[in-house]
């Protein structure tokens, strides 16, 4: 019989008391231990040799399922299949399911009849849409994540749209609201075309693209001063819904920096917590946020700028007092500063406009909008919505015609921008600031070593 095995009896009292008495057998190991240093060498000789120890070989045989009982287990056990897609426009049940791998005609025909599942393909495409379901194809439950429409929490709040199959086969249909919560993620890439060409291939979503060049709009003139080989780094919130991002939930620019032809351009977001006024500032403090914003659409081409032009329509070579931006009937037009509405409805060949009085003597005009969303008389802060860009009056295609007056001369919209006064960062906020901007030339340097590409920050 192995010695180990008539030690076994011996021992167990010992488990017992170590399993009551954790603190009692920690001191005797140790008082122990110290006797046993003094005496080790002269017990060891009486250790039996472990070569000279009988050995015994112990087979034991494992339970085992019969080979009709594991066959039968593994036909028990249910698979649930998880899906994504989205909701495309033209979309009907059965191409949704279809696009989803689900085969199941009950769950199409609830998704047809029933009052809120009939949701899902309702309003706007875009819907984030998360389906589980068995081998066979039968639908164990859907989720459909979207907007929520509604003023008071739109940005902050989403639908969640849950179809359910009970287990007794009962289908149900039920809207909550869910919480969108930011996500910080980093992105860097490198221009050889465009901004939009570079960010598109690195996948940084369209609307952070806009804030960053929002952030260097008076210092890099993003339709003319790109170079090839132009680097960015961004750090930036993205929204997520239930840890799953959606493309219509993107937050705020957080931080970036820009090189064009090797000067480099640095912002950092920051809120003052005393006023709760923010802004973009360079990492030295001064405010990137000037009275007039360089453009009064989101980042856009300029297709007709301050000089002289063929008028489309007239068929004469006239000088063009102002600015065109083409963009697509419907695109925001925002004010490029603080003002009160002085003129708001059709004039002539500007068709829908309106026209802006600012501090200074200075005034903005925006023509040709197909929809106006202000009034006369009405104040207006900068980036405030004014209307939408159309072809109203002389305009051949959408677009926007801008103009900037100064004391009622006509001045180049950008240069005026360029030049206007900035905001500066308040002395009692500084020591906060300081900090901000420590944590964004990490998370930058950060993102500029991983390379080119979206990724979390964690």
Request: net charge neutral; hydrophobic share 40%; aromatic share 8%.
């Amino acid at each position: 019989m192995n010695w180990m095995t008539r030690l076994a009896p011996l021992l167990q009292p010992l488990e017992n008391f170590a399993a009551r008495y954790p603190r009692a057998l920690t001191g005797s190991v140790l008082a122990l231990l110290g006797g046993f240093a003094v005496t080790a060498f002269g017990i060891a000789p009486l250790v039996p040799n472990p070569n000279e120890l009988p050995k015994n070989a112990v087979v034991e045989a494992l339970p085992a399922l019969a080979l009709e009982d594991q066959l039968n287990a593994l036909a028990a056990h249910s698979q649930a299949l998880r899906r994504f897609e989205t909701t495309r426009s033209g979309d009907t049940v059965d191409s949704l399911l279809g696009r989803l791998g689900a085969f199941d005609p009950e769950f199409a025909a609830f998704l047809r009849q029933d009052g809120t599942a009939r949701q899902l393909l309702s309003g706007r495409a875009g819907k984030r849409v998360e389906l589980s379901a068995d081998a066979e194809g039968k639908v164990q439950q859907l989720i459909a994540r979207y907007p929520n429409g509604t003023s008071e929490v739109a940005g902050t709040h989403f639908n969640r749209l849950i179809v359910d199959r009970s287990e007794s086969g009962v289908l149900s249909a039920r809207v909550e609201l869910g919480r969108l919560e930011p996500q910080v993620r980093l992105a860097s890439g490198s221009i050889q075309s465009s901004l939009f060409a570079a960010t598109d291939e690195v996948g940084l979503p369209d609307s952070a693209a806009s804030q960053m060049a929002d952030m260097f709009a008076g210092e890099i003139d993003f339709h003319r001063d790109l170079r090839k080989g132009d680097r960015f780094t961004l750090v930036f919130e993205s929204l997520t819904a239930d840890g799953e991002p959606v493309p219509w939930g993107q937050g705020r620019v957080l931080a970036a920096e820009f090189v064009n032809a090797g000067r480099t351009h640095q912002a950092v977001w920051f809120q003052d917590t005393q006023t709760g006024k923010a802004s973009f500032y360079d990492f030295a403090g001064q405010n990137k946020r000037r009275a007039f914003l360089a453009s009064p659409l989101e980042f856009s081409r300029v297709t007709s700028g301050f000089a002289m032009r063929f008028h489309p329509v007239l068929q004469t070579w006239r000088r063009h007092l102002g600015v065109d931006y083409g963009a697509p009937t419907g695109t925001p037009v925002r004010s490029v500063g603080d003002g009160v509405v002085e003129f708001a409805g059709w004039q002539n060949g500007f068709g829908n406009v309106v026209h802006l009085r600012h501090g200074g003597e200075r005034s903005t005009v925006y023509a040709h909008l197909s929809k106006i969303d202000v009034r006369k008389g009405q104040k207006v802060e900068q980036g405030q919505r004014l209307g939408a860009v159309g072809a109203t009056g002389w305009a051949t295609g959408p677009h926007l015609h801008f103009e900037f007056r100064v004391k009622g001369a006509h001045q180049d919209p950008r240069a005026i921008a360029k030049a206007s006064e900035t905001v500066l960062l308040p002395a009692h906020a500084r020591a906060a600031f300081q900090e901000q901007v420590a944590s964004a030339k990490t998370q930058l340097t950060v993102a500029a070593t991983l390379g080119p590409g979206v990724t979390g920050a964690d």
